[in-house]
């Protein structure tokens, strides 16, 4: 951090001053960064709109025969504000009012060149940072292969990276710092939908591998998310990465002794090499040279840079003697800060499918509890005597993951009902091929394959007729919707009926997954 007269602590006011006369006659900074670190973190201690309305005050105030420069140096800072941060200057109405302000006085004052160096007329809409479902619009036609099982690596990869970095580009610094501080997130929801979807994704490939009833057919699936695990580290995408080695380093996965020796050594060399890669040894050393070695767009590891800032703020008081600001502290939280942030204007080529993405934010939503999902996998491979000590719960995977724990998807209903209606106009746009209104049990099978156990066509299908209508469709996936209601808690009632079965089943009504991990499952049925 320049200016040394600062020293390691000062005013806020001390820092404002230092900031303002850091700028020259032209408005230049000539390689100073502490106006910048300061723009970046001043939330950590007031309000924008209480550093402008310091600005607008200064600004009034000015006197003496230096006055004009004052005055235009203070509006070199606000440009440089509105240049650097335009978002706060378009989704804080309050900031918008003082800014109308400060151009009134500069008018009323005489000052014509002051009013258009911050002017914010010019500045796009940022509404999308408020809508956490917002999507966005592609010019990419044609129809799109949704099947997992014909989908090659390189296209889950993109889609799935293109969900990461539509929820991370919305992280704002205010919810960095309220988690930071607060150790929560409690009234953070878009770092919580962010982290759901980490959670979404590792639980869904879990899922998917356990969808399949044979070791072999298993270690396909686990052998397609490690080809899709190293295409995302392609892309940069190491969020994601962590979240596909997470799920299939989970133990519910990774215990599956008879699927993993289906594996080739070549499969099991590169999975090593991404487990090595996300590994917590060193302090995430391995991650981190990787990550800094790559230029452009990048997503990292929310996770581990959330931990960097959490070390920070424990670590360093955010004052010294009561009114100076910790000026150590401001220039490590920002390293990283300024890093997160400057990530999420990164400019990138992915041109998504909107179709296949439908499809992947349904699946991702799904809910499932880690019980439920180990209690499957005990089902498939059975404890042996070979392995007494085998846990009876799910363990900690070996790719720690602790930041993202508890968090879950929150089922909103119309939020999950227009992802249905999307999803279900996608997969009519792309398989009813003579536009008819149907579609064959076949296709619809495959479609359904997304979603682990939740195909019960037999069920669905009412008049028996061999063909899906979209109003079938959309009844099929509103009762897998319930599903969600019935594992959130009470106020779904059921009338039971014990029945015996020898595999995995549905609830008939609510296609509700019941599994219990001995031989002959009980499922009660609704």
Same mark, same amino acid.
């Given at each position: 951090?320049? /200016?040394?007269?600062?020293?390691?602590?000062?005013?806020?006011? &001390?820092?404002?001053?230092?900031?303002?006369?850091m700028?020259?006659?032209?408005?230049?900074?000539?390689?100073?960064?502490?106006?910048?670190?300061?723009?970046?973190?001043?939330?950590?201690? =007031?309000?924008?709109?209480?550093?402008?309305?310091?600005?607008?005050?200064?600004?009034?105030?000015?006197?003496?025969?230096?006055?004009?420069?004052?005055?235009?140096?203070?509006?070199?800072?606000?440009?440089?504000?509105?240049?650097?941060?335009?978002?706060?200057?378009?989704?804080?109405l309050g900031?918008?009012?003082?800014?109308?302000?400060?151009?009134?006085?500069a008018?009323?004052?005489?000052? &014509?060149?002051?009013?258009?160096?911050?002017?914010?007329?010019?500045?796009?809409?940022?509404?999308?940072?408020?809508?956490?479902?917002?999507?966005?619009? @592609?010019?990419?036609?044609?129809?799109?292969?949704?099947?997992?099982?014909?989908?090659?690596?390189?296209?889950?990869?993109?889609?799935?990276?293109?969900?990461?970095?539509?929820?991370?580009?919305?992280i704002?610094f205010?919810?960095?710092?309220s988690?930071?501080?607060?150790?929560?997130?409690?009234?953070?929801? @878009?770092? &919580?939908?962010?982290?759901?979807?980490?959670?979404?994704?590792?639980?869904?490939?879990? =899922?998917?591998v356990?969808s399949?009833?044979?070791?072999q057919?298993?270690?396909?699936?686990?052998?397609?998310?490690i080809?899709?695990?190293?295409?995302?580290?392609?892309?940069?995408?190491?969020?994601t990465?962590?979240?596909?080695?997470?799920?299939?380093?989970? *133990?519910?996965? *990774?215990?599956?002794?008879?699927?993993h020796?289906?594996?080739?050594?070549?499969?099991?060399?590169?999975?090593?090499?991404?487990?090595?890669l996300?590994?917590?040894?060193?302090?995430?050393?391995?991650?981190?040279?990787?990550?800094?070695?790559?230029?452009?767009?990048?997503?990292?590891?929310?996770?581990?840079?959330l931990?960097?800032?959490?070390?920070?703020?424990?670590?360093?008081? +955010?004052?010294?003697?009561?009114?100076?600001?910790?000026?150590?502290?401001?220039q490590?939280?920002s390293?990283?800060? /300024?890093e997160?942030?400057?990530?999420?204007?990164?400019?990138?080529?992915?041109?998504?499918?909107?179709?296949l993405?439908?499809?992947?934010?349904?699946?991702?939503?799904?809910y499932? @509890?880690?019980?439920?999902?180990?209690?499957?996998?005990?089902?498939?491979?059975?404890?042996?005597?070979? %392995?007494?000590?085998s846990?009876?719960?799910?363990?900690?995977?070996?790719?720690?993951?602790?930041?993202?724990?508890?968090v879950?998807?929150?089922? +909103?209903?119309?939020?999950?009902?227009?992802?249905?209606?999307?999803?279900?106009?996608?997969?009519?746009?792309?398989?009813?091929?003579?536009?008819?209104?149907?579609?064959?049990?076949?296709?619809? &099978? %495959?479609?359904?394959?997304?979603?682990?156990f939740?195909?019960?066509?037999?069920?669905?299908?009412?008049?028996q007729?061999?063909?899906?209508?979209?109003?079938?469709?959309?009844?099929?996936?509103?009762?897998?919707?319930?599903?969600?209601?019935?594992k959130?808690?009470?106020?779904?009632?059921?009338?039971?009926?014990?029945?015996?079965?020898?595999?995995?089943?549905?609830?008939?009504?609510?296609?509700?997954?019941?599994?219990?991990?001995?031989?002959?499952?009980?499922?009660?049925?609704?």
């Open positions: 951090m320049e /200016s040394n007269t600062l020293g390691k602590a000062a005013t806020l006011d &001390e820092l404002l001053h230092a900031c303002i006369k700028f020259d006659d032209k408005g230049e900074l000539n390689g100073n960064n502490l106006p910048r670190t300061f723009l970046l973190m001043h939330r950590w201690y =007031l309000s924008s709109t209480e550093l402008a309305n310091k600005l607008l005050s200064l600004y009034r105030n000015a006197n003496g025969g230096n006055c004009s420069e004052i005055r235009l140096k203070i509006c070199y800072f606000m440009r440089y504000w509105i240049l650097e941060f335009p978002a706060e200057f378009n989704l804080d900031l918008v009012h003082l800014t109308e302000e400060f151009q009134e006085l008018c009323h004052l005489g000052y &014509e060149e002051h009013i258009h160096l911050i002017d914010i007329s010019s500045i796009p809409s940022y509404d999308w940072m408020r809508r956490i479902t917002q999507r966005k619009k @592609t010019s990419k036609k044609g129809k799109a292969c949704l099947l997992f099982d014909h989908l090659e690596p390189i296209e889950l990869a993109e889609h799935l990276t293109f969900l990461e970095y539509k929820s991370f580009r919305r704002s205010t919810d960095y710092q988690y930071v501080i607060h150790g929560c997130l409690e009234n953070n929801p @878009t770092l &919580e939908r962010s982290i759901a979807l980490f959670n979404g994704i590792s639980k869904w490939v879990q =899922l998917m356990l399949k009833p044979t070791p057919q298993r270690a396909e699936v686990i052998t397609k998310f080809n899709v695990a190293q295409k995302l580290l392609q892309l940069q995408n190491f969020n990465l962590m979240a596909v080695v997470g799920g299939l380093s989970h *133990s519910s996965i *990774s215990r599956l002794k008879e699927t020796s289906y594996l080739s050594s070549e499969v099991t060399k590169d999975w090593d090499e991404m487990t090595e996300v590994s917590s040894n060193g302090n995430y050393c391995n991650y981190r040279k990787t990550f800094a070695d790559c230029v452009n767009f990048k997503i990292p590891i929310l996770g581990v840079h931990k960097d800032l959490i070390a920070v703020h424990v670590v360093f008081p +955010d004052w010294i003697n009561e009114d100076k600001a910790n000026l150590v502290k401001m490590q939280l390293v990283t800060l /300024s997160l942030i400057a990530l999420q204007t990164a400019s990138h080529h992915l041109e998504p499918n909107m179709d993405i439908n499809l992947l934010t349904l699946s991702l939503d799904l499932h @509890t880690e019980d439920d999902i180990y209690k499957l996998s005990l089902v498939l491979e059975p404890r042996t005597s070979k %392995s007494p000590t846990p009876t719960t799910p363990t900690k995977p070996g790719v720690p993951l602790e930041w993202a724990s508890g879950i998807p929150k089922p +909103d209903p119309s939020v999950i009902n227009k992802h249905i209606q999307k999803l279900v106009d996608s997969v009519f746009k792309n398989y009813d091929h003579d536009h008819d209104g149907y579609i064959s049990q076949e296709d619809f &099978e %495959s479609i359904a394959a997304n979603f682990p939740l195909d019960s066509f037999c069920v669905l299908d009412k008049d007729d061999g063909l899906i209508s979209k109003g079938e469709m959309m009844a099929y996936f509103l009762r897998a919707k319930s599903q969600l209601q019935c959130m808690g009470p106020g779904f009632i059921h009338n039971f009926q014990e029945m015996t079965y020898l595999k995995p089943t549905f609830c008939e009504h609510c296609a509700g997954f019941t599994v219990v991990p001995t031989a002959i499952n009980s499922a009660e049925i609704c």
